[in-house]
């Protein structure tokens, strides 16, 4: 007799859908990002992408097939996916030992130990990244500076990222309007022309990719429009409220990880609400805590910690926000 039903641990797709085709969706997505990464790095992004990519492949595989005595998973893609998304949340002058020491973070510490993909409460490249800033902070805020380091690597010249220079300035007294003009323009910035990891150089990149993700139906818009809104309205409150003290909405939107934040990290499957009510509940507070941890915090940036506190709170919100349910009896009216 055939088994009527199947018990399985998210994450959970009908139809022709699959773990690996949306695993290698999110790929393709990341594609315009990657280009514009190599464009604005050329060689440090290269080898730190090959590095993360092929070390997570690895360990991802050493550990399925010999510790926990499973079938290989490498090729459903979600290896790959964690190694390039600690590329893009690294510098891409990273020695190579850390960057496969995050993978290993990552794969072994934050997927693999809680049994794979499907069962990791936290975004596994989110605590590589936590952990190398943690652990190496002087390796993982030097940051080489754009274009004239494209075919250099561990040697590269280096300079400050726009959230970390205009934390500087503030903790210095200095005026906020007169610290960004110091900077790129905004135009530059969105297009990719400023300091940063691989993953935060270009937001118009990153948007090209959330709209392929959008059109394929990969992820739905709900947490990454969530964030951007929460973090436009509230920065834009502390701006309009004080702009000698804080940056417009704007600026923080296209600077730092948020983009990649939002649309590759704070999406994963695994480590987000399951309902479309409990998404904007867990970007709501991303945003909010994004927009207090780079303002009033001892972090420039603040969207790697705030995904990862909001990861912790996920299971609550899948246990007490759900939709109301179908035929569900009303008593008294209400």
Known sequence: MSKLLSLALSPHEKGKESVSRLMYDVLIALLPA????????GLGAIIISLTAVISAIVFEYLITRYILKKPSTVMDGSAALTGLLIAFNVPSNLNPFLVVLGSFIAIAVAKMSF?????????????????????????????????????????????????????????NGQNVPAIISQMPSQMDMFLGQMTGSLGEVSALALIIGLIYMLIRGVISWHIPITIFTTVFLMQGGLWLANPGAFADPVFHLISGGLMLGAIFMATDYVTSPMNKKAMVYYALGIGVLTVVIRNFGAYPEGVSFAILIMNAVVPILNRYVKPKRFGEIIKNGK
Request: no cysteine; proline share 8%; net charge positive.
């Open 115 to 171: 049994g794979g993909i499907g069962n990791n409460i936290f975004n596994p490249a989110l605590v590589a990244r936590v952990f190398l800033l943690i652990s190496f902070p002087v390796q993982m805020t030097s940051w080489p500076v754009p274009i004239e380091n494209r075919m250099k690597y561990l040697d590269a010249i280096t300079g400050p990222t726009a959230l970390g220079q205009l934390k500087e300035g503030v903790m």
């Open 34 to 41: 990657f280009i514009v990464a190599i464009f604005f790095y």
